[in-house]
């Protein structure tokens, strides 16, 4: 069965640069693209950046862009996020799910993302 599992979490300060991984298995990866998801305490989900199944045409939010890449190595069947410069307001818990590249994914609308993996924990001090 489809499964994504992240890594890389962990605690950075302001300025700092984390990179997070997303090692997917149980599909053909190059068939899906990908997205990463975050919610922060207190907050309500929201979509930080996706990315179609050849690595092109990435999207990002606003609160994020200039700061974050995402990338995927189809070798490896990972996805990855780096955050450079993060702030404080980028703490959360951080997803990176899957999708059939239907409705609106690339807007970043979690409804558009079938799968999901269990997360990783981001946490910036100031």
């Known amino acids: 069965q489809v499964q994504l599992v992240e890594s890389g979490g962990g605690s950075v300060q302001a300025g700092g640069s984390l990179r997070l991984s997303c090692v997917a298995s149980?599909?053909?990866?190059?068939?899906?693209?990908m997205g990463w998801f975050r919610q922060g305490p207190g907050k309500e989900r929201e979509g930080v950046a996706a990315?179609?199944?050849?690595?092109?045409?990435?999207y990002y939010a606003d609160s994020v862009k200039g700061r974050f890449t995402i990338s995927r190595d189809i070798a490896k069947n990972t996805l990855y996020l780096q955050m450079n410069s993060p702030k404080p307001e980028d703490t959360a818990m951080y997803y990176c799910?899957?999708?059939?590249?239907?409705?609106?994914?690339?807007?970043?609308?979690?409804?558009?993302?079938?799968?999901w993996g269990q997360g990783t924990q981001v946490t910036v001090s100031s």
């Open positions: 799910a899957a999708s059939w590249c239907g409705g609106s994914w690339y807007r970043l609308h979690g409804d558009a993302f079938g799968y």
């Open positions: 149980g599909y053909n990866f190059n068939r899906y693209c």
């Open positions: 990315i179609d199944p050849y690595g092109g045409s990435p």
